[in-house]
């Protein structure tokens, strides 16, 4: 054989070999992030978060008014007042509540249907061929349900922690709801726990080439890692909206996953490769100086910049979200963001 032919025919070889072992210790690699073992406070959320001392005044009041109306009498013969409460299951209604205030939730703030789907039944997150293939479990009560048999405390570290009940970190982006709050969380697990039954098994999560080697070498980042304290308190019930800038810190904690803590923007932590860095939210020149609250919401809702230029995914999916927003969510979040000190872009 020509010595050129066995020279190409090694190198063909080494590189042959190089690949493989590339492969091998990319595969070996991810393995092991992914087998990783994490754990996370063991917190005891009610589900649905009772009626208060006030919520169940006022719904004595309700009922007293509605009492009156008939000119039915409000006192017993006796002098005392009627129990307008008698046979009212108030746990009953603090589920109807808690359902309606998950609903919430789910359609303006928490945006769970984009990777669970409509129905919960599960969705797609990622399905790339190269990246690979990274769908939204069922989380109803139907056949294949991943969340069937969860507790509470499992619910708290898969959607806080991005820990799943043995332990191994998910690919869900908790850091983007690690400030929701015990009360959010309740209403949201009561909010599915209330849907129809969706019968479908979703395939676990399948790393293609490219999504095996961000996550051997840690440029794809696991949510359980990106939590920076698993036993920090969490707040028991959101902030009063009232405090106009408290509660729209809160509402934006949802926007720090992509646009940082600083909300200054910069490359997508975790992020897919052909993501656009997040834009800058700040209120500086590399911000959103010079944007009205119309420019913002219209950003938020139809996806277009005030020049009129497209925004680009993931905030393509946001709109149907923001639509769903009520008029003081949309306020608080513009106030505060308005309120945050303005920084340059991160490069």
């Avoid at 108030?90 to 303006?108: F, I, P």
């Avoid at 990777?115 to 939204?136: A, I, N, T």
Wanted: net charge negative; charged share 20%.
């Amino acid at each position: 054989m020509h010595w050129l032919a066995k020279g190409a025919i090694a190198v063909v070889g080494v590189v042959g070999l190089a690949a493989a072992g590339g492969a091998w210790w990319a595969t070996s690699s991810a393995s092991t992030r992914m087998a990783q073992s994490f754990t996370a406070h063991d917190v005891a959320v009610p589900m649905p978060f009772p009626l208060t001392a006030e919520e169940v005044d006022a719904l004595r009041a309700e009922r007293l008014r509605a009492l009156e109306a008939t000119g039915a009498p409000t006192t017993n013969e006796d002098g005392t007042p009627v129990d307008v409460l008698a046979g009212v299951d108030l746990d009953a209604v603090a589920m109807e509540r808690a359902v309606a205030r998950g609903k919430h939730l789910s359609d303006a703030l928490y945006s769970c249907r984009a990777c669970h789907g409509d129905g919960y039944g599960g969705g797609v997150m990622v399905d790339d061929p190269m990246l690979g293939r990274l769908l939204g479990p069922n989380l109803t009560t139907g056949e294949g349900s991943r969340t069937l048999d969860y507790t509470m405390v499992d619910w708290d570290h898969m959607v806080r922690h991005g820990i799943k009940p043995d332990g191994h970190p998910t690919v869900m982006p908790a850091q983007d709801f690690v400030q929701m709050s015990d009360q959010e969380l309740s209403d949201l697990v009561a909010y599915i726990r209330s849907l129809p039954p969706v019968d479908n098994t979703v395939a676990p999560v399948e790393l293609g080439p490219i999504g095996t080697v961000l996550v051997a070498t840690g440029q794809l980042f696991l949510a359980a890692e990106m939590v920076h304290d698993h036993e920090a308190a969490h707040k028991a019930v959101p902030p009063s909206s009232d405090d106009t800038l408290a509660y729209g810190a809160h509402l934006a904690a949802v926007c720090t996953g992509c646009h940082h803590e600083d909300l200054a923007g910069g490359p997508v932590p975790g992020g897919p490769p052909d993501w656009p860095p997040a834009a800058n939210l700040t209120p500086g020149p590399d911000g959103l100086q010079g944007w009205s609250y119309d420019d913002f919401m219209t950003a938020l809702t139809d996806g277009k910049r005030p020049d009129g230029t497209a925004l680009r995914a993931p905030m393509t999916e946001i709109g149907p979200y923001a639509a769903a927003m009520n008029a003081t969510e949309r306020e608080a979040l513009w106030a505060y963001l308005q309120s945050v000190p303005a920084a340059a872009d991160r490069q």
